[in-house]
């Protein structure tokens, strides 16, 4: 598989962390630290608030960067589905991209790839990005199954979707025990799942799509391993957890992503 030279993607998913005030005030120190970054505006730089707070964010954030995105959305459109949030609700406050499948809801909740496939669809009818996620569980990995349960979820996520959406689309590898656990998987590894992924891709697709699509890393990224991770020609950036939240960090990682670009 060709080395890629997509647009670098780095999201931060600040999950369900900070209160109204200190989420303004990170998203103020973010755009302010991101936007003195060269190269910024050749990446997709994206925080994931609290649905709760996506509009005050949103207001902080102005144009950017960072733009604003969703950590999830209903699988419905609108109607007595309470406590949930629809595509349209979100495209209505502002954002302009969606986490779809986080192992926090497919795990933590147990969405099954099939409602997932549902929300993907709805996010992007609504006119938002999708940030895919798909990851092995350790028990996976250990047994021999990682390729097998990505080749899964990416089919169960893609098969079958107009290729014309795929430039709204970022699939993030997120192996499920490396989040929030302090333990990132070696690049080496990293980057021999995104070629699984790609290979995918490149079945139900064709290589050059595959080459295309942009695939980033999610686990324990930090202002320390970013480079090295985003330095491998598979990995077109990150999906950020905790270093999200300080804005030091974060901004050294949109930095290593922004040397990427520089390269592509
Ligand atoms: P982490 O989270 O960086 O805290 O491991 C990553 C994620 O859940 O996207």
Redesign the pocket.
Known sequence: MPATTNRPFL?G?W?MNLRLASAVELAEEVHAALSAIPLASKVDLVVFPPACYLQAVGRAIGHGPPSLGAQDLSAHLDGAFTGQVSGAMLDDLGCGWVLVG???RRHGIGESNAVLRTKLERALAAGLKVVL?VGETLAEREGGHARSVLVGQVRAGLSGLDRGVFGSLVL?Y?PVW????GRTARAEDAAEAHRWIREEVADLYDPGLAAATRVVY????TAENAAELFSRPEIDGG??????LKVDSFAAIGRAAASRASHG
């Open positions: 999201g998913n999950k986080h192992s926090e996620c993030a997120e490396a989040i929030g656990t999610g686990g324990s990224v999906l950020v957890g905790g270093a999200s």
